[in-house]
């Protein structure tokens, strides 16, 4: 069928820039690494080197940029389903550098989906629920409760996100996944924002720009608290981040490496808790690198993050010590109206073959759900 390809790139910010090479991992539906030769779902050689890179360009941080189309004309993906692109120091294979998930579909099942408000009368105002159906076209799935993994994804999250959902009935060739409490997903609120494509010009959010010490410190304005607030529809890129400079055509090479400090005034520490910058822009993680720490002088949460110039994305997530779960409506509100993006994918674990193929795939919008 069609190939599409992916493209990776990242930075090496340190004064003597590696060498980099990669190689693909074929995963189960839950990331964790199939049983099977690299030779089952690739052809070419296990590790390659990435030949294509660009020293930053008149940058206070210099930098070097990397990038990667897959595929190419060293590898060539065989089978379906989950993958992991691992880029480690071409001299020292254990050096693992970065990880990237992707995924490969083959289109076979049609998934019948669509958004609605969930029954339940104290969801109703702060969720958003998938109804599911899936066709098996001309699948012969002979155990349907066992050989599908379905996973549900909002903003392409798995922080957020369903599996292990059976099937609530069967008819001749559609499974029904639709129940009054199956994929069920907190609205959450519109992402926060700020633009840092220019350093001459206080955009959005911003309440400083200040050049120290050789760096660009970009101070953002104090955060509100939006948990008590009403809705109030704010476009947003739903978590991720676009780097882009002002008037360049070469973002990648240009944009700056600047210094961006996030303030969260709260009256008190949370006790118990801690609490983190969250979105695309922190990979989607929750590490020590993204926790703010609490200042007493300025009863405030506070971080600051090296980032690349662009537009960016992120919320304020809070993590319970004790148990480890992860709130986001604290800081932000929890509304049905929020415009979410949503990824369904299913999964075929066909017996006797070592790995899962991805044989179904939708996306939805809760602004325009069908």
């Given at each position: 069928g069609n190939i599409e390809s992916i493209t990776l790139t990242f930075d090496d910010l340190s004064d003597n820039p590696l060498s980099y090479s990669y190689t693909l991992?074929?995963?189960?539906?839950?990331?964790?690494?199939?049983?099977?030769?690299?030779?089952?779902?690739?052809?070419?050689?296990?590790?390659?080197?990435?030949?294509?890179?660009?020293?930053?360009?008149?940058?206070?941080v210099p930098y070097t940029h990397y990038k990667l189309l897959i595929p190419n004309n060293d590898v060539k993906i065989k089978l379906s389903g989950n993958y992991i692109l691992r880029v480690f120091d071409t001299y020292n294979s254990e050096k693992l550098v970065l990880e990237q998930k992707f995924m490969v579909v083959e289109n076979i099942l049609s998934l019948n989906a669509k958004l609605r408000?969930?029954?339940?009368?104290?969801?109703?105002?702060?969720?958003?629920?998938?109804?599911?159906?899936?066709s098996t076209n001309n699948l012969s799935i002979s155990d349907p409760h066992n050989d599908l993994e379905i996973l549900t994804l909002q903003n392409g999250q798995y922080q957020s996100s369903f599996h292990g959902?059976?099937?609530?009935?069967?008819?001749?060739?559609?499974?029904?996944?639709?129940?009054?409490?199956?994929?069920?997903?907190?609205?959450?609120?519109?992402?926060?924002?700020f633009n840092i494509n220019s350093i001459r010009f206080i955009s959005t959010g911003i309440q400083s720009i200040d050049m120290v010490g050789?760096?660009?410190?970009?101070?953002?304005?104090?955060?509100?608290?939006?948990?008590?607030?009403?809705?109030?529809?704010?476009?947003?890129?739903?978590?991720?981040?676009?780097?882009?400079?002002?008037?360049?055509?070469?973002?990648?090479?240009?944009?700056?490496?600047?210094?961006?400090?996030?303030?969260?005034?709260?009256?008190?520490?949370?006790?118990?808790?801690?609490?983190?910058?969250y979105g695309e822009l922190t990979d989607w993680q929750i590490t020590p690198q993204n926790q703010m720490q609490y200042n007493y002088q300025r009863s405030a949460y506070e971080l600051r993050l090296q980032l690349k110039q662009g537009y960016y994305n992120y919320?304020?997530?809070?993590?319970?010590?004790?148990?480890?779960?992860?709130?986001?409506?604290?800081?932000?509100?929890?509304?049905?109206?929020?415009?979410?993006?949503?990824?369904?994918?299913?999964?075929?674990?066909?017996?006797?073959i070592r790995y899962e193929r991805l044989v179904g795939i939708k996306r939805l919008n809760s602004r325009n759900s069908n």
């Open positions: 991992i074929h995963c189960t539906s839950n990331w964790e690494e199939s049983k099977i030769n690299k030779s089952d779902y690739m052809d070419g050689f296990e590790t390659n080197p990435i030949n294509d890179f660009q020293n930053s360009y008149s940058t206070t408000q969930p029954i339940d009368s104290e969801r109703k105002e702060t969720s958003q629920q998938i109804e599911l159906s899936v959902i059976k099937p609530i009935f069967i008819r001749s060739n559609e499974l029904v996944y639709s129940s009054p409490d199956n994929f069920i997903f907190n609205g959450i609120n519109e992402f926060r924002s050789g760096n660009y410190n970009v101070l953002l304005l104090p955060s509100e608290n939006n948990r008590k607030q009403k809705y109030s529809s704010l476009s947003d890129i739903n978590g991720k981040y676009k780097v882009n400079l002002e008037n360049s055509e070469q973002g990648d090479i240009e944009a700056d490496y600047v210094w961006v400090y996030f303030t969260l005034p709260y009256y008190d520490q949370l006790p118990e808790k801690e609490v983190y910058v919320r304020y997530v809070v993590k319970d010590i004790k148990s480890g779960e992860i709130d986001p409506t604290f800081f932000e509100g929890n509304h049905f109206e929020t415009e979410n993006d949503y990824l369904i994918l299913v999964y075929y674990k066909q017996i006797g």
